[in-house]
């Protein structure tokens, strides 16, 4: 069993970045606009990543993930990524088709706090 190595900073044309993924135990503690602003941040700087762009760069709400630049090998490299980050499970093809990376974080959001029981997976099918 080979493990991928993730690594937690990238470089832009501005220098490094650091990915700094939430605590998914605080995930599940805090209020609904506390996980949306943990999320995003953290689907910014793992899209920025990809991209090769700073995090705050990242266009969450007016591009379809495929108009960002996330195809089918960054899609799977992100679901790995986000899995092994979150614990959660990721449908590709609907990470793929989101409308935004907005629909992806809240998705994200849904699995997490005392509502999360009514959301099931995360970018559901």
């Known amino acids: 069993m080979t493990t991928l ?6 470089e832009t044309d501005s220098g490094l970045v650091h990915i700094s993924p939430p605590d998914v135990t605080l995930l599940h503690t805090v209020g609904r606009r506390e996980r949306t602003r943990m999320l995003e ?7 920025g990543r990809i ?3 700073e995090p705050h760069r990242v266009d969450t709400t007016g591009r379809p993930m495929g108009c960002l630049g996330i195809g089918s ?5 992100l ?6 980050v979150l614990g959660v499970d990721l449908n590709l093809q609907r990470l ?3 409308n935004s990376a907005q629909e992806l ?3 994200l959001v849904g699995q997490f ?8 997976a995360a970018v559901p099918a």
């Open 41 to 47: 941040q953290y689907v910014r700087e793992e899209l």
């Open 73 to 77: 090998i960054s899609g799977i490299e």
């Open 79 to 84: 679901q790995y990524r986000m899995e092994a």
């Open 5 to 10: 190595h993730m690594s937690h900073t990238y």
């Open 105 to 107: 974080i809240e998705c």
């Open 51 to 53: 991209l090769g762009i």
């Open 96 to 98: 793929l088709t989101a």
């Open 113 to 120: 706090g005392p509502e999360s029981h009514l959301h099931g």
